[in-house]
């Protein structure tokens, strides 16, 4: 086990499943101590259990709904009683639905905003001290959506967006304290979640999942989808010293997708 972690606490929104739990696996593996924040205590336990059991410290969970104020501040309060310290925030919870636009209802707007963006803000913003006292490093994790718009993902695609505008901001702050704000954007990642969002995008176009997921992959020239482990392996980077001076860069993990110039 490589230990270019140790000592670090290192708290992940969204760490139970998918890109976020992969995120935090690495870290485990170099050594840190993980916080796992989610809705799931289940799905918490299970990533906890299958860390320690490869060797790893044994992350602490806390389980809540992150849409909501007190959740995230339940979060800090566990890690500033356990450890008083913070040295690396991942955001990384969210999970914006993708459909038709006209059959969108506000709810759905509200919840993927509530979930994704301000979360991030809130553990953002209650980490802070901690972090500037650890000259500490932030990573969200967003999504091409906030540079590529979509149709059938206008929720995801608004929220992407803004939550992209507010690192790059808060980047500038970071600037002043000390702490190292940047962006991963996921490309299209083999995870639940998009075998989700192509059956929602399967219903919006009238299609099957299957054919979805070919246009896609067609459509953007991949050779694969992402694995949550491309994510992780440049969330390690990013929260290295080797990248002290990369700060409110936005890095796309999609095999070449993002049509645009940035």
């Not at 913070?86 to 993708?98: H, K």
């Not at 490309?187 to 399967?202: D, I, M, N, P, S």
């Amino acid at each position: 086990m490589n230990r270019g972690f140790t000592d670090k606490i290192v708290v992940v929104s969204g760490g139970s499943r998918g890109i976020g739990r992969a995120v935090a696996e690495a870290f485990a593996r170099q050594g840190a101590q993980l916080v796992l924040a989610a809705s799931s205590a289940a799905n918490l336990a299970a990533a906890a259990e299958a860390m320690a059991s490869s060797g790893a410290l044994k992350p602490m969970t806390c389980a809540g709904d992150l849409r909501q104020r007190e959740a995230c501040e339940n979060v800090f309060a566990q890690v500033s009683t356990q450890f008083g310290r913070c040295d690396i925030l991942v955001n990384s919870a969210g999970a914006t639905r993708a459909g038709a636009f006209l059959e969108l209802p506000d709810g759905a707007w509200e919840d993927g905003f509530a979930l994704k963006l301000f979360a991030c803000v809130r553990l953002t913003r209650l980490f802070w001290p901690l972090l500037r006292q650890a000259q500490g490093h932030v990573v969200n994790v967003i999504g091409g959506a906030a540079r590529t718009p979509d149709a059938e993902f206008l929720i995801g695609g608004s929220v992407n967006s803004a939550m992209a505008n507010f690192s790059k901001g808060v980047a500038g702050l970071g600037k002043r304290d000390g702490i190292n704000v940047n962006v991963i954007h996921p490309g299209l990642t083999e995870t639940a979640r998009v075998g989700q969002l192509f059956k929602q995008r399967a219903e919006a176009m009238g299609i099957s999942p299957d054919e979805v997921r070919a246009r896609a992959i067609a459509k953007e020239g991949l050779r694969r989808l992402g694995q949550p482990e491309d994510t992780a392996e440049l969330a390690l980077f990013l929260c290295s010293e080797r990248a002290r001076h990369i700060q409110g860069a936005a890095i796309a993990v999609d095999g070449g997708a993002t049509p645009g110039l940035y």
